[in-house]
């Protein structure tokens, strides 16, 4: 599943705080099946988010989102989420993203201009987030050449076997 | 051109390029030890079917170099436990995996220094994100993630990022009694939990050199609740005295020049800082322990990465001695592996501990997760482990405290969280 991080992502955002924790996210230890981490995913937070959440739609948090253990969030994905945008990643779950191709962003100030429910674009391509209706934008940060490719592989599993697979070649 | 920092050095040493870096540069390492626990199958399977390996995992890059260590489910706790075990014990024999524990309790990263499988100046990654604790022993241990590690088997090598460095200056003198976790978790609620955030922690000051290896691996373990890359102790007589008895193989431990380039330095006089806690759900929550006195508590722990060690269980026996544990409060505590419990156990500690009222549980993770020891609706809990969030043992609604052994056995003799000098003479 490859995502060609040149194209623009736009979708309703939901909004969170400061420091969401993985725990939060992927609430693994008591729902250990996806069918059942994907009804839970946010309760901590939002207890709606699971059975309102829309696929196409934006998550937009504070600093250091993901925060806690290596867990992924590939229950995020799961539920429909397009994007997520936010003042800062915690290492791992930036890592865990990039390895798994899943659209993360940071931009400092997002929170500033979106609202919970608004509209978010994110344009890669002119490394910006931008509020449709009320204009305002910040810039995102790019990433470099070689965590762009990982994207593109669609993970890092991926970009290991076309690697595996190049180096068996003859 | 200035020194170099010891993350900066680290990241030298392993850049297959050769490069001399400097934070901000991306490069690929060469990665000296790769440790993994229960991830080691059914994840790892289901990511090489994904990527297009059609019969799984092809091969490892160097089976001496991947350690297994099924800590999180052992003993098994569950059908669904004991079943990915048996798919762990496979796929460790159909790679040729040499070095796997699974049929002993403890904490994977404790039972990495107990049996010396990482050493001082070497690049060494898990997937856990308390990896980062091998810094106590200047080992450049960090948490990647799974899918990180799919790529460290097949090939030895990950990329990175040289992080920026942070100089935490520890002044004062070490008491009779562990303030590791008051420091860090001071240190969290003044600056921040992510005061750290993708950073590495060089530890500097007058306390470093007093600071047992316990200690250290309780902060280093910590720098994850504040955002760290590496949490890097210097090299010292303790760390040579440590890894003399675990290892025969040789190492080059790795320093900061004095010229170095930090991004920023914190300075804390350990004299001066009160008892902390922190209040649920979160780790930078922290407070002086004495603004939520009185509150009533059910359950105490010490344990996991954070502090299951000798000097946390001694504390909590010697404080213990000839006294009680509060009626109605569950006082839980967990060497961190088989060789902790062992040592607790010929220091009499153990005997202390279970006269006193208190349970002793199995070494492993279970007590800093709900697996061990749940609590139930408008619970509260006192914590020596590594995390407050919602849900941390259970119930949604129950309260978690995180502090120190000191702050967490006095608590438990008291029923209720109060300052440890009023409980305990000799302080």
């Known amino acids: 599943m490859g995502f060609e991080i040149n194209g623009v992502i736009q979708g309703r955002a939901w909004k969170f705080g400061d420091s969401i924790e993985t725990d939060a996210i992927n609430p693994y230890y008591r729902y250990p099946a996806m069918e059942d981490l994907k009804q839970h995913t946010m309760e901590a937070y939002r207890p709606e988010f699971a059975k309102e959440v829309k696929p196409g739609d934006v998550l937009v948090a504070g600093r250091n989102f993901g925060c806690g253990s290596s867990r992924p969030g590939l229950v995020l994905r799961e539920v429909g989420i397009a994007a997520i945008v936010v003042e800062s990643a915690s290492r791992l779950f930036l890592r865990n993203s990039i390895a798994r191709a899943i659209p993360i962003f940071q931009a400092p100030g997002v929170t500033a201009i979106i609202e919970d429910g608004q509209q978010v674009v994110v344009d890669y391509p002119q490394g910006r987030v931008v509020n449709p209706v009320s204009g305002a934008s910040v810039a995102l940060r790019k990433f470099p050449p070689l965590i762009e490719q990982i994207f593109r592989a669609g993970g890092l599993p991926e970009f290991a076997y076309a690697r595996y697979m190049r180096e068996h070649a003859h | 051109m200035t020194g170099q920092t010891i993350a900066e050095k680290l990241f030298s040493r392993h850049d297959l390029k050769g490069g001399q870096l400097r934070a901000g540069d991306m490069l690929e390492a060469r990665i000296d030890g790769a440790m993994m626990h ?75 220094a107990d049996y010396g499988l990482m050493r001082p100046g070497e690049l060494v990654v898990g997937n856990d994100s308390h990896t980062v604790s091998y810094g106590a022993l200047n080992v450049g241990g960090t948490g990647i993630t799974r899918a990180d590690m799919f790529y460290v088997l097949l090939f030895g090598e990950l990329w990175f990022q040289v992080p920026e460095s942070i100089r935490v200056v520890l ?7 562990p303030i590791a976790k008051d420091i860090i978790l001071y240190l969290a609620g003044k600056y921040g939990d992510d005061f750290a955030g993708s950073m590495s922690i060089e530890y500097a000051g007058t306390l470093v050199p007093q600071l047992s290896i316990d200690s250290r691996m309780c902060l280093s373990a910590h720098g994850v609740e504040v955002g760290a890359k590496l949490a890097m102790f210097p090299f010292d007589e303790k760390t040579r005295e440590f890894m003399a008895t675990r290892t025969d193989k040789p190492y080059e431990s790795v320093a900061a020049d004095a010229d170095a380039v930090y991004e920023k330095e914190i300075v804390l006089d350990v004299d001066q800082m009160p008892f902390v806690v922190a209040r649920p759900h979160q780790f930078g929550n922290v407070c002086d322990v004495n603004e939520v006195k009185s509150q009533k508590i059910n359950q105490a722990q010490i344990g996991s990465c954070a502090n299951g060690r000798f000097e946390d269980i001694e504390i909590a026996a010697r404080m213990l001695k000839g006294r009680k544990v509060a009626k109605g409060v569950r006082f839980l505590v967990s060497p961190a592996s088989q060789h902790v419990y062992l040592q607790c156990v010929k220091a009499g500690l153990i005997e202390t501990l279970l006269e006193a009222g208190v349970q002793v549980i199995t070494p492993g993770c279970g007590i800093c997760q709900p697996r061990v020891g749940f609590l139930s609706d408008r619970e509260v809990c006192i914590t020596a482990t590594t995390r407050n969030f919602k849900g941390r043992k259970g119930s949604m609604n129950a309260d978690i405290y995180l502090g120190g052994p000191l702050t967490v056995a006095a608590a438990a003799v008291a029923g209720e969280i109060i300052d440890p000098r009023k409980v305990f003479d000799g302080l």
């Open chain 2, 38 to 112: 229960y991830h080691a199958s059914e994840p790892m399977h289901e990511m090489a079917l994904q990527a297009g390996f059609k019969d799984g995992l092809p091969r490892v890059w160097d089976p001496d170099r991947i350690f297994v260590l099924v800590d999180h489910h052992q003993p098994t706790l569950s059908q669904k436990q004991a079943d990915e075990n048996a798919l762990i014990r496979a796929e460790v024999e159909r790679l040729g995996i040499n070095c796997f524990h699974d049929s002993e309790p403890g904490i994977a990263h404790q039972m990495m």
């Open chain 2, 171 to 177: 002044n004062g003198t070490q008491p009779n009694y």
